[in-house]
C-alpha cells in the first residue's frame, strides 16, 4: 500500500521555523523526484521545491529562495522541508508530491496545516 504521510505542520509566529516531513512507502521512493506543494485557501496549488532522485538537482518557487530548504533522505524514504522567516502569507496546506519521471506515475499525501501567525 502506498502512502505519503506529512506532518511537522502547525501555527507558528511570523519569522519562525518549522521543519515538515514525508514519510513514504509502499514503492522505490529513491526512484521518485520528491516535491512540496501548498495550497492557500482560494488559491490555485502551487509548486514550493523539489529535489531529484540523485540529489542533483534542488528548484525552488523563486519567492521562496533563500527561506526553503529541501532535502531527503533515502535510507530513512523520507523528504523534509525545512521553512525558515515565515510570513503570514506562508500559510497553506503543505502536500507532499512523489513522481516517478519515466512514466508520471505519482502519488500524493494528505496534507499538513501550516499556519503563520501571531
Known amino acids: 500500500q502506498v502512502q505519503l504521510v506529512e506532518s511537522g505542520g502547525g501555527l507558528v509566529q511570523p519569522g519562525g521555523s518549522l521543519r515538515l516531513s514525508c514519510a513514504a512507502s509502499g514503492f522505490t521512493f529513491s526512484n521518485y523526484v520528491m516535491r512540496w506543494y501548498r495550497q492557500a485557501p482560494g488559491k490555485e496549488r502551487e509548486l514550493v521545491a523539489g529535489i531529484t532522485s540523485g540529489f542533483s538537482t534542488n528548484y525552488y518557487a523563486d519567492s521562496l529562495k533563500g527561506r526553503f530548504t529541501i532535502s531527503r533522505d533515502n535510507g530513512k524514504n523520507t523528504a523534509y522541508l525545512q521553512m525558515n522567516s515565515l510570513k503570514p502569507e506562508d500559510t497553506a496546506v503543505y502536500y507532499c508530491?512523489?513522481?516517478?519521471?519515466?512514466?508520471?506515475?505519482?502519488?500524493w499525501g494528505q496534507g499538513t496545516q501550516v499556519t503563520v501567525s501571531s
Open positions: 508530491n512523489a513522481r516517478r519521471l519515466i512514466d508520471y506515475q505519482e502519488y
